[in-house]
């Protein structure tokens, strides 16, 4: 079986709904990975709630959810997670920033603690495994230990975590929220993608943009690009899209883009890529 990956949310920052952001999407950040019988979820932004109810119709029972890091965009989602809720279902939740700061499960509690959310994380009847390790990490899932999972350390505030996943030969690597240093190029993003099938990559600013949000903790499609030639990637999505960018800017940017590099295209939400 090949390797699918399916976006449920690529905008970045906050999610906006709105009749101008319909042909990308205005949920954030949420992807779901199939790599054989396992399930890989990663990040759990907005778009996590309609991936959870598809998931309602399933018979899947376990399944695997990695943070990239715990700013809102990224998370918010989670109390709207309808399967977490069902007893008969786990959950193995991992991040790689928190493992000295109180771990990942402290982030969901507070997020839905009062006076902020009024649901409590225990009310989730899920059986959730909460685990955390440092990015860099390296570590196989699935029933037969058949899918490798290879992490990096990425430049963004509060840190953050890129992520390759393997599975027969095929690799799909979620490189989301990252800065880049211009002139250079940041050497854990080239070891964790060389050679990848596909890279989604933050491309939160064009080059215009940059200078003026330097700190900010993104980047733009042009250095995802260069990245992606660099490492011998054969396919670059250019991903987690400023929610000031409607639709009409991101069919110009997707047109910048491919002359730049055929291989290059914009991510959609509900966007489904096979890697086989």
């Known amino acids: 079986m090949s390797l699918r990956v399916k976006v449920w949310g690529c905008r970045g920052s906050i999610a906006c709904p709105h009749p101008t952001h319909m042909r990308y999407g205005g949920n954030t950040t949420s992807l779901e990975v199939d790599a054989g019988g396992t399930k890989i979820l990663l990040d759990c932004g907005t778009g996590i709630r309609s991936l959870g109810k598809e998931l309602l119709r399933s018979e899947l029972k376990d399944c695997h959810i990695f943070l990239t890091h715990t700013h809102w965009d990224h998370i918010n989602g989670f109390p709207f997670f309808a399967p977490?809720?069902?007893?008969?279902?786990?959950?193995?939740?991992?991040?790689?920033?928190?493992?000295?700061?109180?771990?990942?499960?402290?982030?969901?509690?507070?997020?839905?603690?009062?006076?902020?959310?009024?649901?409590?994380?225990?009310?989730?009847?899920?059986?959730?495994?909460?685990?955390?390790?440092?990015?860099?990490?390296?570590?196989?899932?699935?029933?037969?230990?058949?899918?490798?999972?290879?992490?990096?350390?990425?430049?963004?505030?509060?840190?953050a975590t890129g992520y390759r996943i393997e599975y027969e030969g095929k690799s799909f690597c979620l490189i989301t929220d990252t800065e880049h240093v211009p002139g250079e190029h940041d050497e854990?993003?080239?070891?964790?993608?060389?050679?990848?099938?596909?890279?989604?990559?933050?491309?939160?600013?064009?080059?215009?943009?940059?200078?003026?949000?330097?700190?900010?903790?993104?980047?733009?499609?042009?250095?995802?690009?260069?990245?992606?030639?660099?490492?011998?990637?054969?396919?670059?999505?250019?991903?987690?899209?400023?929610?000031?960018?409607?639709d009409d800017f991101m069919d110009r940017l997707a047109e910048d883009a491919r002359s730049e590099w055929e291989h290059a295209f914009v991510v959609r939400e509900l966007m489904e890529v096979e890697l086989g």
């Open 84 to 159: 977490a809720f069902d007893p008969s279902r786990t959950f193995d939740i991992k991040a790689g920033h928190l493992f000295d700061r109180g771990g990942i499960k402290s982030v969901f509690q507070a997020q839905m603690d009062n006076p902020v959310f009024p649901v409590p994380l225990e009310a989730m009847r899920a059986n959730l495994n909460f685990d955390d390790f440092a990015a860099g990490d390296s570590f196989t899932v699935g029933a037969g230990s058949d899918v490798t999972i290879r992490t990096a350390p990425l430049n963004h505030p509060n840190e």
């Open 188 to 246: 854990n993003i080239l070891g964790l993608i060389d050679g990848a099938d596909l890279v989604m990559y933050d491309s939160t600013y064009t080059e215009e943009e940059f200078p003026a949000r330097v700190g900010w903790g993104h980047s733009t499609w042009n250095e995802g690009v260069a990245l992606c030639r660099e490492a011998n990637v054969k396919r670059l999505g250019i991903f987690h899209h400023d929610p000031d960018h409607d």
